[in-house]
């Protein structure tokens, strides 16, 4: 049974040892943000952490330690790094793969009917 086939949009950008990636959940609200930065980043961004990836945008995600967002941004308060991937990023769609598997394994490979 395949499920969860969805739109996966990311700000992407390219640091100078590794690329940061941060996760969005509603573009309109992003675009209201980038000219009108009184919307609050709650809004629209997915979490409220920072991945890197050496892969570029399609490489595997790691949490970014403390030590490399200071390195890039000069500090590792998460609002002012999301902040300036969104200023200086790009947005990237994908679309994200869907699942195959049983909603509920506890149930038998059925659903709970035999």
């Known amino acids: 049974m395949a499920r969860g086939e969805t739109i996966q949009t990311k700000v992407h950008y390219r640091g100078a040892d590794e690329d940061f990636i941060v996760f969005v959940d509603d573009v309109d609200d992003f675009n209201k943000w980038k000219t009108d ?14 991945f890197t990836t050496q892969g570029g945008v399609q490489g595997p995600l ?25 200023q200086k990023g790009s947005v990237q769609e994908v679309e994200a793969p869907e699942r195959l598997g049983f909603r509920n394994e506890s149930q038998g490979p059925r659903g709970g009917h035999y």
């Open 62 to 86: 790691d949490t970014a330690p403390n030590s490399t967002l200071d390195n890039e941004f000069g500090t590792h308060v998460d609002d002012e790094v999301i902040k300036a991937i969104l």
């Open 37 to 50: 930065p009184s919307v609050p980043l709650s809004h629209f961004v997915s979490t409220f952490k920072v």
